[in-house]
């Protein structure tokens, strides 16, 4: 079975500072990786996927991620973080049998000024 | 237009109550999900029909009953609330193949009292 870790719960950094946001995931096969973003109160946006390829691949609102399978990992980046990026980020992994979605327990990222 | 809308977005209801949530997509899709996000912000997935038909049911409740009158909808009905049923559910939808893109609903909040 498959599962994702994501191993910050919460994460601050200041306002036009870098981010990295961790993801390991654990699959037999090639995984499907997504990055979803949930502001409070609202639904799951998707950011971004992999899906087979270039193992950098961009997303909306200026992030990235980078595939490396070595290491069984899905990290998000970007290189500017402003303050309504202020959220909660859930990586998660896609599985063959019915498209299904395996969840990461979310990190929350707050932004100072 | 909204793909994917959920009905109520909130509700709050007491124990021993029986309540249903609606979903509709309007993407055309032929996959549609039920997930749970709990006061940790944990999300799991609780059912996926495919076309109608049932595909996924994880261990969930018999309280809990998905019904899909057509592709474009899939409702959850609640039997006898309990505590802990308050959470956030989430309805979803995709075309069913692995690595598609998964859209999700805002979420209805359930506050059982």
Redesign the interface.
């Known amino acids: 079975a498959q599962s994702v870790t994501q191993p910050d719960i919460h994460i601050t950094v200041s306002e036009g500072a870098s981010l990295e946001l961790r993801c390991n995931y654990s699959y037999g096969a090639t995984p499907y990786l997504f990055w979803y973003v949930q502001s409070p109160g609202q639904g799951l946006q998707l950011l971004l996927k992999y899906f087979s390829g270039d193992t950098l691949v961009q997303g909306i609102k200026g992030f990235e991620a980078e595939f490396k399978r070595s290491q069984s990992s899905f990290n998000l980046r970007k290189p500017s973080v402003h303050w309504s990026d202020a959220a909660e980020y859930f990586c998660a992994v896609g599985a063959d049998a019915g498209n299904m979605l395996t969840f990461g327990g979310g990190t929350r990222l707050m932004v100072k000024p | 237009d909204t793909a994917?809308s959920q009905t109520p977005k909130y509700l709050v209801t007491q124990m021993g109550n029986d309540k249903s949530i609606k979903c509709e997509q309007n993407l055309g899709h032929d996959?549609m999900?039920w997930?749970k996000q709990d006061s940790?912000?944990?999300?799991?997935?609780m059912f996926?029909y495919?076309n109608k038909e049932l595909?996924?049911n994880e261990t969930v409740p018999n309280r809990f009953s998905p019904k899909s009158p057509d592709k474009a909808h899939l409702n959850l009905h609640i039997n006898s609330l309990e505590l802990g049923d308050s959470a956030v559910y989430?309805c979803?939808s995709?075309q069913?193949?692995?690595?598609?893109?998964?859209?999700?609903?805002?979420?209805s909040w359930l506050t059982v009292v």
């Open positions: 994917v996959t999900y997930y940790k912000k944990f999300l799991k997935i996926s495919n595909i996924i989430f979803a995709t069913g193949r692995a690595g598609n893109t998964i859209y999700f609903g805002e979420g």
